[in-house]
């Protein structure tokens, strides 16, 4: 039997390792000047906007939303498709998470159903790339900035994809990337916020490290209450290896993302009733392949016959307002409907840098075994 196939892996070249060991050789494996080299290289793909590197791609979000003012009495609005703290961390700034319901073509936030879901306590919008495919990004800023709203994106899964030729980050509100390890570039953990200037750069480097500034060679004050978030150098060190290769690792996603569309042929949903992804190879940088399996077979059933054929499978994402913690804010089923169908059957097939055509053949051969 073949060797098994994960949904995700990490590809760190002898050259990233080589630089990580120089890090650790250096005695200075804390933020230091790699975390200050990753962010401005960063800032240059970005258009020249600021940006700063954090421990996670979770604070970077719960930081946009302080440095915006957001609180207690405060609404933002999110999807109910994504990685859970997307909404915790509204939670964590004390204010209120509000669902939109999923576009049930491409799996993102509804921006009909944002529109209907927003009040006077309306203060932001979340808005989740899911597998890197970007909102429309003209619609979503015209209705922030018709309600006067602020925009956290949560492009965890989005480095790498554009909006009209532009990089998603370099343009817009705050933007969050996550560098987690099955993203499409890593530092292992790690993550950076995309702000709009020098002020909210200032205020985001008091937020991840304790609310300290300094000055001379002594002075400390502290004036916001801030957290330990900072990135070490051996994670940046991690990060710069990766960000060097985002072009190649983008093409070959995109690449590999063709030839899904191309082994499982115009007929596999009609012949199976499992919806495919949009075809988007202009924008999608294709961090995940993701298919919502009919109702027929579960997910359950499905990801089991698929690692009996050594083939990993995803599972991305739960819908969140179906978590005990949501359920007790009076969150229950039957509210977003999209999003409880597409949750209870979607799965994210193997996808990731190394992956060779032979690869997805297998998959798809492996799928149409199980759902034909």
Same mark, same amino acid.
């Given at each position: 039997?073949?060797?098994?196939?994960?949904?995700?892996?990490?590809?760190?070249?002898?050259? =990233?390792?080589?630089?990580?060991?120089?890090?650790?050789?250096?005695?200075?494996?804390?933020?230091?000047?790699?975390?200050?080299?990753?962010?401005?290289?960063?800032?240059?793909?970005?258009?020249?906007?600021?940006?700063?590197?954090?421990?996670?791609?979770?604070?970077?979000? $719960?930081?946009?939303?302080?440095?915006?003012?957001?609180?207690?009495?405060?609404?933002?609005?999110?999807?109910?498709?994504?990685?859970?703290?997307?909404?915790?961390?509204?939670?964590?700034?004390?204010? =209120?998470?509000?669902?939109?319901?999923?576009?049930?073509?491409?799996?993102?936030?509804?921006?009909?159903?944002?529109?209907?879901?927003?009040?006077?306590? =309306?203060?932001?919008?979340?808005?989740?790339?899911?597998?890197?495919?970007?909102?429309?990004?003209?619609?979503?800023?015209?209705?922030?900035?018709?309600?006067?709203?602020?925009?956290? $994106?949560?492009?965890?899964?989005?480095?790498?994809?554009?909006?009209?030729?532009?990089?998603?980050?370099?343009? *817009?509100?705050?933007?969050?990337?996550?560098?987690?390890?099955?993203?499409?570039?890593?530092?292992?953990? *790690?993550?950076?916020?995309?702000?709009?200037?020098? $002020?909210?750069?200032?205020?985001?480097?008091?937020?991840?490290?304790?609310?300290? =500034?300094?000055?001379?060679?002594?002075?400390? $004050?502290? &004036?916001?209450?801030?957290?330990?978030?900072?990135?070490?150098?051996?994670?940046?060190?991690?990060?710069?290896?990766?960000?060097?290769?985002?072009?190649?690792?983008?093409?070959?996603?995109?690449?590999?993302?063709? @030839?899904?569309?191309?082994?499982?042929?115009? &007929?596999?949903?009609?012949?199976?009733?499992?919806?495919?992804?949009?075809?988007?190879?202009?924008?999608?940088?294709? @961090?995940?392949?993701?298919?919502?399996?009919?109702?027929?077979?579960?997910?359950?059933?499905?990801?089991?016959?698929?690692?009996?054929?050594?083939? *990993?499978?995803?599972?991305?994402?739960?819908?969140? @307002?179906?978590?005990?913690?949501?359920?007790?804010?009076?969150?229950?089923? *039957?509210?977003?409907?999209?999003?409880?169908?597409?949750?209870?059957?979607?799965?994210?097939?193997?996808?990731?840098?190394?992956?060779?055509?032979?690869?997805?053949?297998?998959?798809?051969?492996?799928?149409?075994?199980?759902?034909?």
């Amino acid at each position: 039997m073949s060797n098994f196939l994960p949904f995700s892996r990490p590809t760190i070249d002898e050259a =990233t390792i080589a630089s990580v060991a120089d890090v650790l050789r250096s005695g200075w494996i804390t933020s230091g000047p790699k975390v200050q080299e990753f962010e401005k290289k960063l800032s240059k793909y970005f258009g020249g906007r600021p940006v700063r590197t954090f421990n996670s791609g979770t604070c970077t979000m $719960e930081i946009a939303l302080r440095i915006a003012g957001i609180g207690a009495g405060d609404e933002v609005i999110t999807t109910p498709i994504s990685w859970v703290a997307t909404a915790n961390v509204i939670l964590e700034v004390g204010a =209120t998470p509000v669902f939109a319901d999923i576009d049930p073509v491409t799996r993102n936030i509804d921006l009909d159903k944002v529109e209907a879901a927003i009040t006077p306590r =309306t203060k932001a919008i979340i808005p989740v790339y899911l597998a890197g495919k970007p909102v429309d990004m003209g619609r979503l800023y015209a209705i922030a900035s018709q309600h006067k709203l602020r925009v956290v $994106e949560d492009a965890a899964q989005a480095i790498g994809s554009t909006w009209k030729g532009k990089p998603i980050g370099s343009f *817009g509100d705050f933007v969050s990337f996550s560098f987690q390890a099955n993203k499409n570039i890593t530092t292992s953990e *790690g993550g950076c916020l995309v702000l709009n200037n020098a $002020e909210e750069a200032a205020l985001a480097e008091k937020y991840r490290l304790q609310g300290v =500034t300094r000055s001379g060679w002594d002075g400390i $004050e502290v &004036d916001v209450l801030g957290g330990k978030f900072n990135m070490t150098d051996i994670a940046a060190a991690i990060g710069l290896g990766q960000f060097a290769q985002l072009n190649a690792i983008t093409e070959q996603r995109r690449k590999l993302a063709r @030839h899904y569309f191309a082994t499982l042929g115009k &007929d596999f949903q009609a012949q199976t009733g499992a919806q495919l992804p949009p075809k988007d190879f202009e924008n999608t940088n294709w @961090h995940l392949f993701q298919i919502v399996l009919p109702e027929r077979i579960t997910r359950a059933d499905f990801m089991a016959r698929m690692k009996d054929r050594n083939i *990993g499978v995803g599972y991305h994402y739960a819908p969140i @307002h179906l978590f005990k913690l949501y359920r007790a804010l009076g969150f229950k089923e *039957g509210m977003f409907p999209v999003a409880e169908r597409v949750g209870r059957q979607i799965v994210s097939l193997p996808m990731f840098y190394a992956m060779n055509e032979g690869d997805v053949e297998r998959t798809c051969a492996a799928m149409r075994e199980v759902l034909m």
